[in-house]
């Protein structure tokens, strides 16, 4: 039983942790692609849009980048219908999330050889769905019958079986929502404000980014809550902060700038403003997500005492499937701790990389929020050559099984 104490702290730090953790780097990703599409132009959408061959190979090449901000540009791209389902897998396979920092800093020798391996298979996975399908088509339906109730009704995967993209009416889609104009006597105020909040949120992401970065390099410590002029306080202040700016960015702010919608590529921006406030309000909806992943995780560890380290230690040879089948939950909560045993040396080599290439991290939330069956197709598709890769890696590089000890 879970006291009313420790269901506060622990509503306290997820809510903290998220935004420092996950939320500060996966802005600075989406920033950094915001702006080269402002600076070119759109081209680079454009170009993807007229190289379909190459498209697996730039969603892996976004899904390697650390953190999840750069498989999680691919998710619109899909449901606009610029690139093909291969891709998204391509870009969810190769992430690693945010426990891809954990690794790099505590044991980056094992980071080359797991992101190594994620990458490769990862290309070959997409182009695999992309060329012959692999039964992609028996899944969508599958889903489809259980799916259809977790959906707002607004899209429909209408080719996922084919191996291609999900392709949405976007005009039309667009002609239907608020393009960030309030309305009634106090929209003026809420739209100053909201361009206040705005403002804001980047001002604490940068704080939180200093602060994520310091927390990485001293090894992922405890952090306690508290408001001090040190790390802990830039930690705290930054994450609780960071995120109640988040939600109301998400909830409140977008019906009065930006265009009142997220999960959106854009083709262009009309100015460096516009390219912050979008990267912005595309995180935002991350945040949401990333905080609810979160007290998901953390209040189900408590609740019904799952000890992930214990489990993994004791699971022997069925240490790839398991950490390929942790892969499945959304968000970088338990893929972070699943890193840090294996930095301990609680789990072997083959482990880490199927979990590597299974989870999608938070780059999965997005596309959740708009086209709930893709999503889980996806998912299942991330986590078949993880299960692959794993278990021959367990089989065929012995050494490799014992773990930290000895990759590290």
């Given at each position: 039983m879970i006291g009313l104490q420790e269901a506060i702290d622990i509503f306290v730090f997820s809510v903290r942790d998220g935004f420092v953790q996950v939320s500060a780097f996966v802005a600075i990703t989406v920033l950094l692609f915001s702006y080269i599409q402002y600076r070119t132009g759109g081209r680079i959408v454009s170009y993807l849009e007229s190289h379909e061959r190459?498209?697996?190979?730039?969603?892996?090449?976004?899904g390697l980048t650390p953190g999840c901000g750069g498989a999680i540009i691919a998710m619109p791209l899909y449901i606009r219908g610029t690139v093909s389902f291969g891709t998204v897998v391509a870009a969810l396979a190769a992430t690693a999330g945010d426990s891809a920092f954990?690794?790099?800093?505590?044991a980056p020798k094992a980071a080359a050889y797991a992101y190594a391996m994620a990458f490769v298979a990862a290309i070959l996975f997409g182009y695999a769905i992309d060329i012959w399908g692999l039964g992609v088509g028996r899944v969508d339906r599958a889903v489809n019958r259980i799916s259809r109730p977790m959906t707002d009704g607004g899209f429909t995967t209408t080719n996922v079986a084919d191996g291609g993209p999900s392709i949405p009416n976007y005009e039309m889609d667009q002609s239907c929502h608020d393009h960030g104009h309030g309305t009634g006597d106090d929209s003026g105020l809420l739209t100053t404000i909201s361009h206040g909040v705005h403002v804001l949120w980047w001002g604490v992401a940068v704080a939180g980014l200093v602060a994520g970065v310091l927390y990485l390099v001293r090894g992922a410590p405890e952090v306690p809550l508290e408001f001090a002029p040190t790390f802990f306080g830039l930690f705290t202040i930054a994450g609780l902060v960071g995120t109640t700016a988040s939600f109301y960015l998400h909830f409140v702010g977008r019906r009065f700038i930006g265009e009142g919608?997220?999960?959106r590529i854009r083709d262009d921006f009309t100015s460096a403003y516009e390219t912050f406030q979008h990267a912005a309000m595309e995180t935002s909806m991350v945040t949401v997500w990333v905080i609810a992943a979160y007290l998901i995780?953390?209040?189900?560890?408590?609740?019904f005492s799952i000890d992930i380290g214990a489990i993994a230690a004791a699971a022997g040879v069925l240490a790839p499937i398991g950490g390929a089948l942790l892969g499945l939950i959304p968000g970088c909560a338990p893929q972070i701790v699943f890193a840090q045993v294996y930095a301990q040396g609680g789990i072997p080599f083959s482990a880490l990389t199927a979990n590597a290439i299974s989870q999608d991290g938070?780059?999965?939330f997005p596309l959740m929020a708009i086209d709930m069956k893709a999503a889980i197709v996806a998912t299942i598709y991330t986590t078949i050559p993880a299960l692959i890769v794993g278990i021959v890696l367990y089989a065929v590089w012995p050494y490799a099984r014992f773990g930290f000890g000895v990759i590290g």
């Open positions: 190459m498209q697996p190979i730039a969603g892996a090449l976004l954990v690794i790099l800093a505590l919608e997220a999960g995780y953390e209040y189900s560890i408590v609740i938070d780059a999965l």
